[in-house]
């Protein structure tokens, strides 16, 4: 039987001082315990147990390169050398945002920040600055951060418990401004006729329309065919900001993002997590014409850690590792995510237990749920999520660390022994499930 009793002193002792236990609240969602590392390299991750996993937690998706890679760790080590943070310029920050701008298609300028939540609320208030216009179009299943101005609870598939509140938005938190969401239009994702109707009646009040552009936190779950095409057109015909939030598939779905790989350019982008390999960092970047609004004056973008010499140099050193050999990292990534995802598929006919893998790129979110396909946020929420989480527990057990939600990220690190290892992991587990 797997210990995690050092795990559970640990957690009982942080309980104390830290709130909640944890740094972050989603992670005590993890069962049986929230697990406490000791260390962690490549592909894998060691407990304060002796436990050893196969991680494709990975975070919750930044570490693209794996843990610890030697060359950004070396990278790292060098720049320590000469100052972490000057609150002063440096050439690492004109060296990254140059190369931004060069594999970003909708880069024409960039800014530094921390974290996912902070560029993406940078991003609205550039929207805003730029169209004099205050409401923002967001998506149901769709996560931005945690700042009042964006987050939303999703208390049901579809918008009926929203509509039984009085059409009101539903609130993440305790504790959230009702006045900011006022500001916030919920609609269904995937749909394009609400999305049609919404900013044709209600445009003259729309600053932006923010998006995953692939429902990534959610299912996995790609656009219908000419969706972001349509959202691309009817944002511009109406004078709306088109803001595509690629904090999840910036540099997952190849260097330039979903907005490359789909072709669909918007305004702006958020992206963050992937960008600095697990150095918090993110960045928004788009049009001259709405980032000049900093240089301007009329935006303030303000943060002491922006920039830093430690997150230019982790996300220089990434994009590098992620560019060599033309390509290769990502062709390798896909190809194990997809024999991956497949082999699950696989597994999860063998045992009878009806299920889905929706993958793109290095990407991918199993779910156990009786459908062909998943393509909106209603069908997702059909899933048996509490079954799902029983399965990330006894992969856990079985030495594979797995996010309990069910999306699952694939890094430079993993190899296709780690591959064969999770699989045969899987079919010990869902025979158990059956
Ligand atoms: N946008 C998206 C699409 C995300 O997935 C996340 C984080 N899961 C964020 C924004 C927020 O990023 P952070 O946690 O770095 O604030």
Not at 407 to 413: D, E, G, I, N
């Given at each position: 039987?797997?210990?995690?009793?050092?795990s559970?002193?640990r957690w009982q002792?942080s309980s104390?001082?830290l709130a909640g236990g944890v740094a972050s609240s989603l992670r005590s969602s993890m069962k049986p315990l929230p697990i406490f590392?000791?260390?962690?390299?490549?592909?894998?991750?060691?407990?304060?147990?002796?436990?050893?996993?196969?991680?494709?937690?990975?975070?919750y998706?930044?570490?693209?390169?794996?843990?610890?890679?030697?060359?950004?760790?070396?990278?790292?080590?060098?720049?320590?050398?000469?100052?972490?943070?000057?609150?002063?310029?440096?050439?690492?920050?004109?060296?990254?945002?140059?190369?931004?701008?060069?594999?970003?298609?909708?880069?024409?300028?960039?800014?530094?920040?921390?974290?996912?939540?902070?560029?993406?609320?940078?991003?609205?208030?550039?929207?805003?600055?730029?169209?004099?216009?205050?409401?923002?179009?967001?998506?149901?299943?769709?996560?931005?951060?945690?700042?009042?101005?964006?987050?939303?609870?999703?208390?049901?598939?579809?918008?009926?418990?929203?509509?039984?509140?009085?059409?009101?938005?539903?609130?993440?938190?305790?504790?959230?401004?009702?006045?900011?969401?006022?500001?916030?239009?919920?609609?269904?994702?995937?749909?394009?006729?609400?999305?049609?109707?919404?900013?044709?009646?209600?445009?003259?009040?729309?600053?932006?329309?923010?998006?995953?552009?692939?429902?990534?936190?959610?299912?996995?779950?790609?656009?219908?065919?000419?969706?972001?095409?349509?959202?691309?057109?009817?944002?511009?015909?109406?004078?709306?900001?088109?803001?595509?939030?690629?904090?999840?598939?910036?540099?997952?779905?190849?260097?330039?993002?979903?907005?490359?790989?789909?072709?669909?350019?918007?305004?702006?982008?958020?992206?963050?997590?992937?960008?600095?390999?697990?150095?918090?960092?993110?960045?928004?970047?788009?049009?001259?014409?709405?980032?000049?609004?900093?240089?301007?004056?009329?935006?303030?973008?303000?943060?002491?850690?922006?920039?830093?010499?430690?997150?230019?140099?982790?996300?220089?050193?990434?994009?590098?590792?992620?560019?060599?050999?033309?390509?290769?990292?990502?062709?390798?990534?896909?190809?194990?995510?997809?024999?991956?995802?497949?082999?699950?598929?696989?597994?999860?006919?063998?045992?009878?237990?009806?299920?889905?893998?929706?993958?793109?790129?290095?990407?991918?979110?199993?779910?156990?749920?009786?459908?062909?396909?998943?393509?909106?946020?209603?069908?997702?929420?059909?899933?048996?999520?509490?079954?799902?989480a029983?399965?990330?527990?006894?992969?856990?057990?079985?030495?594979?660390?797995?996010r309990p939600s069910?999306?699952?990220?694939?890094?430079?690190?993993?190899?296709?022994?780690?591959?064969?290892?999770?699989?045969?992991?899987?079919?010990?587990?869902?025979?158990?499930?059956?």
């Open positions: 039987m797997v210990s995690y009793e050092v559970r002193k002792e104390k001082y590392v000791e260390s962690a390299a490549g592909s894998r991750v060691r407990d304060v147990d002796g436990n050893e996993y196969i991680d494709y937690l990975l975070a998706g930044p570490l693209i390169l794996g843990h610890a890679h030697p060359v950004l760790t070396e990278k790292l080590h060098q720049a320590m050398q000469r100052g972490f943070t000057y609150g002063l310029q440096h050439d690492g920050e004109i060296e990254l945002a140059r190369k931004l701008t060069e594999i970003l298609p909708c880069a024409e300028q960039v800014a530094f920040s921390g974290s996912g939540t902070e560029a993406v609320m940078l991003a609205l208030r550039l929207s805003r600055a730029f169209t004099g216009k205050k409401k923002v179009v967001r998506f149901h299943g769709h996560f931005h951060g945690w700042s009042d101005s964006i987050f939303t609870a999703f208390p049901s598939g579809d918008l009926s418990a929203a509509a039984a509140a009085g059409g009101g938005v539903p609130p993440g938190t305790a504790g959230q401004s009702e006045l900011a969401l006022e500001d916030i239009i919920l609609l269904p994702w995937n749909d394009e006729a609400v999305l049609e109707e919404t900013l044709r009646t209600r445009g003259g009040e729309i600053a932006a329309v923010i998006t995953e552009p692939v429902m990534c936190n959610n299912g996995c779950i790609v656009p219908k065919r000419g969706y972001l095409e349509r959202m691309r057109e009817l944002t511009r015909e109406n004078g709306v900001v088109l803001i595509f939030d690629e904090v999840i598939t910036g540099f997952r779905l190849g260097l330039g993002g979903a907005q490359e790989r789909f072709g669909v350019i918007p305004d702006l982008m958020t992206m963050g997590k992937a960008m600095a390999g697990g150095i918090a960092m993110s960045a928004v970047a788009g049009k001259q014409e709405i980032m000049g609004l900093i240089a301007e004056g009329k935006v303030n973008h303000l943060g002491t850690l922006n920039g830093n010499r430690i997150a230019t140099t982790a996300a220089l050193a990434t994009i590098g590792e992620l560019e060599a050999g033309g390509g290769e990292a990502f062709a390798r990534m896909e190809r194990l995510a997809s024999s991956l995802a497949q082999g699950l598929r696989e597994l999860l006919a063998k045992h009878g237990i009806p299920g889905l893998v929706n993958r793109i790129g290095p990407v991918f979110h199993m779910m156990l749920i009786n459908r062909p396909e998943v393509t909106t946020f209603r069908e997702f929420s059909e899933r048996d999520a509490a079954k799902y029983l399965f990330a527990e006894r992969m856990l057990a079985e030495g594979v660390l797995v069910g999306l699952w990220y694939v890094s430079t690190a993993h190899t296709d022994a780690d591959a064969d290892e999770t699989l045969a992991a899987a079919d010990r587990v869902l025979a158990s499930l059956k």
